[in-house]
């Protein structure tokens, strides 16, 4: 049951699978290839601040998904079939997460390589970016789970999801980019616990969210 629920949910929100969630990747490219015509072809600048850009943008671009990664399945009964079947409603937010993860965490990372040749990051740089984007990505995927089941059952629930979004994921953001301007990979433990803290809290709360809309 378990692996067959994962493989739905890769179907929905994998971008090469159909599903629609190559939108994330494609803002993520297009603030890249738009930033340096905002400051100018300046490499230095570039170098110094694109870093910090591509942490901003994987932040804005995980909040895309938010409207679509539960709501539609509440308004379906899906959840509540599940339920029937046996499973908790904190083993399918789980099983929602990692695909939820899988869907955009990995081609961010790998979308980073050719973001990087566009802002002038160097290899030391790219390095310390790509650990920070794999241990901080799985933290802004729970998050956005947590958010996402939170205002699933309210009308204003999308415009809502973006505005608790961003304050949320600023730990992250701000060790993340911050290893980058100091050049300190211990900075990036402290990304990795905040996001292995939420990824441990993100099921059982979004799980409780699902079982109030239910009750609404």
Same mark, same amino acid.
């Not at 938010?66 to 379906?76: G, H, T």
């Not at 059982?204 to 239910?214: C, P, Q």
């Given at each position: 049951?378990?692996?067959?629920?994962?493989?739905?949910?890769?179907?929905?929100?994998?971008?090469?699978?159909?599903?629609?969630?190559?939108?994330?990747?494609?803002?993520?490219?297009?603030?890249?290839?738009?930033?340096?015509?905002?400051?100018?072809? @300046?490499?230095?600048? +570039?170098?110094?601040?694109?870093? =910090?850009?591509?942490?901003?943008?994987?932040? #804005? $671009? *995980? !909040?895309?998904p938010?409207?679509?990664?539960?709501?539609?399945?509440?308004?379906?009964g899906?959840?509540?079939q599940?339920?029937l079947?046996?499973?908790?409603?904190?083993?399918?937010?789980?099983?929602?997460?990692?695909?939820?993860?899988?869907?955009?965490?990995?081609?961010?990372?790998?979308?980073?390589?050719?973001?990087?040749?566009?802002?002038?990051? @160097?290899?030391?740089? +790219?390095?310390?970016?790509?650990l =920070?984007?794999?241990?901080?990505?799985?933290? #802004? $995927? *729970? !998050?956005?789970?947590?958010?996402?089941?939170?205002?699933?059952?309210?009308?204003?629930g999308?415009?809502?999801?973006?505005l608790?979004?961003?304050?949320?994921?600023?730990?992250?953001?701000?060790?993340?980019?911050?290893?980058?301007?100091?050049?300190?990979?211990?900075?990036?433990?402290?990304?990795?616990a905040?996001?292995?803290?939420?990824?441990?809290?993100?099921?059982?709360?979004?799980?409780?969210?699902?079982?109030?809309?239910?009750?609404?």
């Open positions: 049951m378990i692996g067959t629920l994962l493989k739905r949910d890769l179907a929905k929100f994998f971008p090469f699978a159909g599903g629609g969630a190559s939108l994330p990747v494609m803002f993520f490219i297009a603030v890249a290839m738009l930033y340096p015509f905002a400051v100018g072809p @300046d490499v230095n600048i +570039l170098s110094r601040t694109g870093g =910090g850009v591509v942490w901003i943008a994987a932040l #804005l $671009a *995980a !909040i895309l938010l409207e679509k990664l539960v709501a539609s399945d509440i308004e379906l899906f959840f509540d599940l339920r079947r046996g499973l908790t409603e904190e083993m399918m937010m789980a099983v929602r997460l990692i695909a939820h993860w899988l869907s955009f965490g990995p081609p961010l990372i790998l979308a980073t390589f050719p973001t990087a040749a566009l802002l002038a990051i @160097d290899g030391p740089t +790219l390095h310390l970016l790509l =920070g984007l794999l241990a901080g990505t799985p933290g #802004l $995927a *729970a !998050i956005g789970l947590m958010i996402a089941a939170l205002t699933a059952s309210l009308r204003a999308a415009a809502l999801s973006g608790l979004m961003v304050p949320l994921a600023l730990p992250i953001l701000i060790f993340g980019a911050g290893a980058l301007a100091r050049q300190d990979g211990a900075s990036l433990g402290f990304v990795a905040i996001s292995l803290g939420l990824v441990a809290m993100a099921p059982f709360a979004a799980g409780a969210a699902i079982k109030a809309a239910r009750e609404v």
